[in-house]
């Protein structure tokens, strides 16, 4: 077998992966650059978000600065990783859509370094806000 079909096989596998991690969100890539393996300063320095000049490595700093409850575009998830090795950082997302309006509703989010390094986008559909949430490990807001 070629180097490029076990490439490509790679690929395959890598995105069926990903698929089953974020269940029912769409997620995808959405490229690379500067500080792609760095949520917070992904936020600060590439989209410009006017986070509390503090140090927010830990969870415990991100979850300080919860100022909302409500998804609103423009805001910051802060987001609980639930388990694993990089459980005592969290993660940040910038909020880039919000349909709450009529049945189907959804949430997308853009992010760096996570699930690994590079800049993603999720969105997750469903009924219920409280569920679409649930599904990311949103834990609140912060509204700069």
């Known amino acids: 077998m070629s180097s490029c ?83 005592q950082y969290g993660h940040v997302a910038l909020v880039v859509d919000v349909d709450d309006d009529g049945k189907k509703k959804s949430i997308t989010i853009e992010e760096a370094n996570y699930p690994s390094p590079g800049y993603w986008r999720r969105k997750v559909e469903g009924s219920k806000m409280s569920d679409l949430e649930k599904k990311l490990n949103i834990r609140g807001y912060y509204k700069p």
């Open 5 to 87: 079909a076990i490439a490509s096989l790679l690929r395959v596998a890598l995105l069926a992966s990903l698929l089953a991690f974020f269940e029912t969100a769409i997620a995808g890539s959405i490229g690379s650059g500067p500080y792609a393996d760095n949520c917070v300063l992904y936020l600060r320095h590439v989209r410009h978000v006017k986070l509390p000049q503090k140090d927010l490595t830990t969870w415990g700093a991100k979850r300080s600065i919860i100022n909302s409850e409500k998804a609103k575009k423009g805001r910051v998830a802060i987001i609980e990783i639930p388990s694993g090795k990089y459980k």
